[in-house]
């Protein structure tokens, strides 16, 4: 059956491979997948599904409820870099530093908002296949042309 979609996902048997190699696409907010780049609607909106491969980015309700502790996970490491370098390598006033620290707990969440929810399937590409992202295994879809 010919797909609708122009790229394959990578459909590797080795976990950390798929990883490795979607952690790499999410850096540059590429599908996980296949690499496509236009899959975010607005920096926050992940699209549905890839345009590229045909991906559905969140196969089951409740999904990206994991992208928000990656999310936290990684403001706090980069938190904690933060202080480390106010405390050791600046002279910031405390008032100045307050400022700064207000300023990453905010923004670091809503920046790295995207790249969480990418990072979050790739995290799950370790123990699960592509299989489980393929818009032809939508339960919804299935059950529909079953009532059909």
């Not at 345009?51 to 409740?62: A, N």
Request: proline share 5%; glycine share 8%; hydrophobic share 45%.
């Amino acid at each position: 059956m010919e797909s609708a979609f122009p790229r394959q996902p990578n459909s590797s048997t080795n976990g950390l491979q798929r990883f490795a190699v979607g952690l790499g696409r999410a850096l540059f907010r590429r599908c996980p997948f296949c690499g496509e780049n236009h899959i975010f609607e607005n920096w926050f909106t992940l699209k549905k599904q890839c345009p590229g491969c045909g991906s559905r980015f969140e196969p089951e309700d409740g999904y990206m409820l994991g992208s928000y502790v990656v999310n936290l996970g990684l403001t706090a490491v980069l938190g904690v870099f933060f202080v480390f370098y106010v405390v050791f390598g600046t002279d910031l006033s405390v008032v100045a530093t307050q400022i700064a620290a207000v300023v990453l707990v905010v923004g670091f969440p809503l920046f790295l908002y995207g790249y969480a929810q990418l990072f979050w399937i790739c995290i799950d590409l370790i123990f699960n296949s592509t299989k489980k992202f393929d818009p032809d295994n939508d339960p919804l879809r299935v059950s529909e042309h079953h009532h059909a």
